[in-house]
């Protein structure tokens, strides 16, 4: 009985955030949120907070495989954000485990992939985080380094810092690139905290920074309707350790849903 109260008043509050955004243009957006877990489908408070700060109401996908049932969640979405986790199986993007491999859980690599694709078919504007960055890249054909420290020994940077709170590197950063307009530089500090990352961009991606040893750290997707930021590093861990800059990309999404 619990539950399906519980049920009814969610369903409740999403019709209600539907009507007060059909009744003002300037109405916080829904920004819908894919989960992690594998016997349970939850989110990071700091991904939340995030979301209600920069002036959105946050919602979750749990996590499923089913496609009508994933694309009408996102159709009442006008954001989507796609947050960090576990790896992502390589048999997704046609290579065999390293030994380096970290734990995965398929039914959620399923899950993350569908939606990254449903999102874009339904021109909804896309921020991917960390895992997330990694999971566009391989909805839509592009590889990852499984592991890079064993693949890329001559790397030299820590890119799993303890907690991924406090910067740990530098990155550069494209002139003229959308991350460049949203944290106003060229280049600057970030945490780090993941050792997979994109390897061959997906077609119809630009990389849009870099660490110094070349691994990405940005890529973006604006073109036809697409509206995909998709950063390795973590801004809801900066913004939740202290750090106002690390809002601004939740603000980005936030207002691209409200257009």
């Avoid at 089913?66 to 006008?78: E, G, K, T």
């Amino acid at each position: 009985m619990k539950r399906l109260l519980g049920i009814a008043i969610c369903a409740a509050l999403l019709s209600a955030c539907t009507a007060t955004r059909a009744g003002s243009k300037r109405a916080a957006p829904l920004i819908a949120i894919s989960a992690a877990g594998e016997h349970e489908s939850r989110v990071g408070q700091a991904y939340i907070d995030a979301v209600i700060a920069a002036g959105g109401v946050p919602y979750i996908i749990p996590i499923q495989t089913d496609s009508a049932s994933v694309a009408a969640l996102v159709s009442r979405a006008d954001g989507v954000l796609m947050i960090g986790g576990e790896d992502i199986a390589p048999a997704f993007y046609g290579e065999a485990a390293l030994p380096q491999m970290g734990k995965v859980n398929a039914r959620r690599d399923t899950f993350d992939l569908l939606l990254a694709r449903l999102a874009l078919r339904a021109r909804k504007p896309v921020l991917a985080i960390c895992r997330g960055i990694q999971a566009v890249n391989v909805a839509f054909g592009g590889t990852l380094w499984q592991d890079i420290p064993s693949q890329l020994p001559q790397s030299g940077i820590c890119h799993k810092a303890p907690e991924g709170q406090a910067a740990s590197h530098s990155i550069d950063i494209a002139p003229g690139s959308r991350l460049s307009k949203i944290y106003g530089c060229n280049s600057m500090e970030v945490n780090s905290f993941h050792h997979q990352s994109v390897k061959d961009a997906a077609p119809g991606f630009t990389v849009t920074a870099r660490s110094a040893d070349g691994i990405v750290e940005a890529m973006e997707r604006f073109a036809g309707g697409d509206r995909v930021l998709a950063v390795q590093f973590h801004p809801e861990k900066a913004f939740a350790a202290g750090d106002p800059a690390g809002l601004r990309p939740f603000i980005w999404l936030v207002q691209e849903s409200q257009k």
